[in-house]
């Protein structure tokens, strides 16, 4: 399989930061219309980077619960949800070989991949943007507690475009230039048990087809990104146990998934902006020169 490149992080926020974004959003960053969904249960914006990887931030319109029922992500509280791979542009997506390599190391996990599946949605400007997604699924007779939904964030999720990426991802000089000076994902960190670190290393290593790299106390996988920026160095996946009790309060109440990222700031940005940035329903954002 061609190298796995982060395509965006997932945030889900109230249906009024979406339509009034908070100050941590606005003074950091430019936002990038998006649209709703076609299901017609969620609209998002994004925050799109140089080097092609974005933020997401998704909303249920009007918060309303109707539309939580059997939406995958409608059990999800606010905050990092999940987040999503890709290989470059123009390159075939092996599933089988993908399906293939995890099936040997998701052991006593219980996770696998469900067939691709078509998704869109209309932009602000009419333009119908569509792709395939694959998405992680429980492994029958796992004996794993939950449903097909509560795996959704624990592993990454593919997207794929039918169309050109830039209809989904406009990387157009406006959209990328942020008042912080970020320039895209430096890393983030998976939070998982304490018990199964090995386990999940193992996963995440096959998912993504790449070594862990452990150093300095730390265990860290390597990944792409949809373009690459002079200068700046590639992004990390961190996999780590909780250590703090805010840490292990979040994986219990979350499970498995992401706790944190971290953007690369430019020769420019702004060091008074680069400061941890932590609302209230805990969006831990941090910023590395």
Known sequence: MAPAQIDHVV??????DLLDPPKWVTENFTLTPGGRHSDGKTENKLIVFSDGT??????FINDNPSLRRGHPWGNKSYGFIDFALTTPAGSNF???GLRGRINQKSGSLGIDYDQPIEGGRKRDDGVDVRWKVTFPKNVVGAGVPGSDISRRGEIPFWCHDIAGRELRVDTAAANVTHPSGVKGIAQFTILVPDGKMDSYVDLYSS????KPVRVFGTTRLPL???IS????VKPWVFVEPPTLDVEKKRLQERGPGIIEIALRLGVEGKVGVGRPSIDENG???HFLK
């Open 283 to 285: 969006v831990w954002i």
């Open 207 to 210: 998912i993504m087809d790449s």
């Open 229 to 232: 920026v002079p200068g700046l």
């Open 94 to 96: 092996d599933y089988a």
């Open 54 to 59: 974005y933020i997401e931030l998704i909303a």
């Open 224 to 226: 792409e990104t949809p």
């Open 11 to 16: 945030v889900l926020v109230p249906y009024q």
